[in-house]
């Protein structure tokens, strides 16, 4: 079955400082995947979408990776700020409208 | 903007209780999903409809059901509730089929069955 893994251990960085999630998968032949915020006790809202074919997506500070060679996501977050302190999942879909979650990693943005 | 509302932030049950979860979406979306989160296994479907009194089983129907009599409304039941479902339920909706779709998730509900 598919299997996705997020950075396990919780990320802490410094304001300003640019933070990398990744997202790798297996098992699985995406052909989108998305990025979603969660906030301690809410559910998660959608950032961005990469399909297949595209090598890196980019809006404001965020920026999407997706090579299906590495089977792996990037999610850069430049410029940091403690605002965006939050678990940030990562979604594989293919046909269809199944979406197979991360378990997400938690980022701290130190001010 | 979409929203997605949960009929509870928190729930109390006892083990053997039905338990009823209601989401409504106000956005016209075909799409509803049921979906339970839990540290370490992240969300996994549940369920899914694609259109009125339409469903589809996700990973994990075991020990649920779903009703879609209308299509705002998506109703997730817990036959007879049980520890092992003791978790938080988000739903969500998505415009119309297709992968590319994003999700709107509700805000959650916190169910504790004791």
């Known amino acids: 079955s598919q299997k996705i893994e997020q950075n396990s251990e919780a990320l802490n960085i410094q304001e300003g400082k640019t933070a990398t999630l990744t997202c790798n998968y297996t098992?699985?032949?995406?052909?989108?995947l998305q990025w979603y915020r969660q906030d301690p006790g809410r559910g998660p809202v959608f950032l961005l979408l990469?399909?297949?074919?595209?090598k890196e997506k980019r809006k404001e500070r965020l920026k999407v990776t997706f090579d299906t060679t590495l089977k792996q996501s990037l999610f850069h977050i430049t410029a940091s700020q403690p605002a965006d302190s939050a678990t940030y999942l990562c979604?594989?879909?293919?046909?269809?409208?199944?979406?197979?979650f991360g378990t997400g990693t938690s980022l701290t943005v130190i001010p | 903007d979409v929203k997605v509302t949960q009929s509870s932030r928190y729930l109390v049950k006892r083990t053997g209780e039905k338990v009823f979860l209601e989401c409504v979406q106000d956005?016209?979306?075909?799409?509803m999903f049921w979906y339970r989160q839990d540290p370490g296994l992240g969300l996994r479907l549940i369920y899914f409809?694609?259109?009125?009194?339409?469903?589809e089983k996700g990973d994990i129907p075991e020990g649920y059901s779903v009703s879609r009599e209308k299509k705002e409304r998506f109703s997730l039941i817990l036959e007879s509730a049980s520890t092992n479902q003791t978790s938080m339920y988000l739903c969500?909706?998505?415009?119309?089929?297709?992968?590319?779709?994003?999700?709107?998730f509700g805000p959650g509900t916190r169910l504790t069955v004791l």
């Open positions: 969500a909706s998505s415009p119309y089929m297709g992968a590319y779709n994003e999700q709107f």
């Open positions: 098992n699985y032949s995406p052909a989108y």
């Open positions: 990469i399909r297949e074919n595209e």
């Open positions: 979604a594989l879909t293919n046909t269809g409208n199944q979406f197979y």
């Open positions: 956005m016209d979306h075909e799409n």
């Open positions: 409809s694609y259109d009125v009194k339409m469903k």
